[in-house]
């Protein structure tokens, strides 16, 4: 089975850490894209700048955080969910946000999963193996075709 991308956007260097660590617990950190915030992750996604060589196809989930400097989540989730090529590809925010306007704009706005990032370690290791387990391994992703539908 080959090991599929996701793409986590997070500018927290420390969460970042972490949620790549939990990954690598259950074997799937050996794909993971970074991108530091918004503009870097649509950069990932469209192929562009630093992106611009990366492996062809798209991500098979993005964890997605919601605050971050220079484009949030909201707006990056707004424009992947209005492109075609991209609003198949499941979305998860993974914010410390609470906010119910927060959740329910992201629902309205096509999120697949809502997860708020637990306080204690441990709770936040466990929260994000179980998001990657699901995404990654037992999820089904739509076929390639509708990539390019």
């Given at each position: 089975?080959?090991?599929?991308?996701?793409?986590?956007?997070?500018?927290?260097?420390?969460?970042?850490?972490?949620?790549?660590?939990?990954?690598?617990?259950?074997?799937?950190?050996?794909?993971?894209?970074?991108?530091?915030?918004g503009v870097?992750?649509?950069?990932?996604?469209?192929?562009?700048?630093?992106?611009?060589?990366?492996?062809?196809?798209?991500?098979?989930?993005?964890?997605?955080?919601?605050?971050?400097?220079?484009?949030?989540?909201?707006?990056?989730?707004?424009?992947?969910?209005?492109?075609?090529?991209?609003?198949?590809?499941?979305?998860?925010?993974?914010?410390?946000?609470?906010?119910?306007?927060?959740?329910?704009?992201?629902?309205?706005?096509?999120?697949?999963?809502?997860?708020?990032?637990?306080?204690?370690?441990?709770?936040?290791?466990?929260?994000?193996?179980e998001v990657?387990?699901?995404?990654?391994?037992?999820?089904?992703?739509?076929?390639?075709?509708?990539?390019?539908?």
């Amino acid at each position: 089975m080959s090991l599929k991308r996701i793409l986590l956007v997070e500018d927290d260097p420390k969460d970042i850490e972490l949620t790549v660590n939990a990954l690598e617990e259950n074997h799937l950190a050996n794909n993971i894209a970074i991108a530091h915030d918004g503009v870097e992750a649509l950069d990932y996604l469209y192929r562009r700048k630093a992106f611009e060589h990366r492996p062809p196809g798209n991500p098979v989930v993005i964890l997605l955080d919601l605050k971050m400097p220079r484009m949030d989540g909201m707006q990056v989730l707004k424009q992947i969910k209005a492109d075609n090529d991209l609003r198949t590809i499941p979305v998860v925010v993974l914010t410390s946000s609470r906010e119910s306007q927060d959740l329910e704009v992201c629902y309205r706005l096509g999120v697949n999963a809502y997860v708020v990032k637990p306080v204690k370690f441990a709770d936040f290791v466990e929260a994000v193996k179980e998001v990657g387990i699901f995404w990654a391994l037992i999820n089904e992703p739509p076929p390639i075709s509708m990539e390019t539908a």
